[in-house]
């Protein structure tokens, strides 16, 4: 404990001495999130961590998150310093992506408006006409189907199929995964509703479609948060990372919250619901990004493929606005 409150004085101390906000997503450590709404900075989803960042005065961003959200910052603010806690915190949606094999893809289908999720790297949202965040998918498909666009969307093969049965669209879909709500199972979780039937479940869009069709209530993080205040349900079963407990847990304090139950251990598991990248981001490593900065902190992203990047993900902030 000693030790914490001595890193979280000196991070503190640094974000000042650096002219620095902390910009952090749900599923990171609650220390991190609760660090970053003491010191004027944001917790939030994909989408607003990007329009945040993008704002916000500060001359440095550090971004607690995964690579990609770094990389979504220095695209749109290339005039920041960008740091992040790891550059080594990947996501499996990005992994599951490669920059060349989608840039064939997409070749191969040239009638085609390329949709890609947040979740993958400058080099691919390059090549895409469209970036989006699960708390924005729905409208920006719903909008390119009604203009009559045939569209490939990529990577998320759950988050996909979502989209194409809400919206009645068909894409051609790449068909990468995240590695922690793929872990969702319809059968387990069917189980635990019957054993709280008063209980709402939440579902976040990456999961597969059995347990999506379970919910009460889909959608990103932030519409999850919101969701969760406005059900009238006392108890409320979770299905997405556990980082996200905390705010959730702040914006209803009286209500109950269950995690829903994924793979592991047998099938039932209620604590494996968490991202080992999103897990990297740390107290530790956060003061040595601001404090040493430098190649294994800071995110570089090459000029001629953030100018490329940026007009997608601009796009999407325009029509979100
Ligand atoms: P949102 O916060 O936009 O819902 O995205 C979730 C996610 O994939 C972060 O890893
Ligand atoms: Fe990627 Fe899933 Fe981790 Fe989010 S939770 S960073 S989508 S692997």
Known sequence: VDQQRELTAEIKELLIARNAVLVAHYYTDPIIQ??????????????????????HSA??????GVRFMGETSKILSPEKTVLM?????ECSLDLGCPADEFTEFCDNHPDHTVVVYA??????KARADWVVTSSIALEIVEHLDSEGHKIIWAPD???GAYIEKETGTEMLRWQAACIVHDEFRAKALKELKAQYPEAAVLVHPESPASVIALADAVGSTSQLIKAAQSLPNNKLIVATDQGIFYKMQQACPDKELVAAPTGGNGGTCRSCANCPWMAMNG????????RDGGSSHEIHVDEATRIKAMIPLERMLNFAA
């Not at 107290?283 to 601001?290: F, G, H, K, P």
Request: one cysteine or more; proline letters at 2%; glycine letters at 6%.
């Open 34 to 55: 609760a660090l970053a709404e003491e010191t004027g900075g944001c917790v939030s989803d994909s989408l607003e961590m990007a329009r945040f960042g993008k704002e």
């Open 59 to 64: 001359k440095t961003l550090i971004v607690a």
């Open 85 to 89: 806690p790891t550059l080594e915190a």
């Open 119 to 124: 979740n993958t790297s400058a080099a691919v």
């Open 157 to 159: 093969r759950h988050l």
């Open 283 to 290: 107290l530790e490593s956060i003061r040595d990004a601001l």
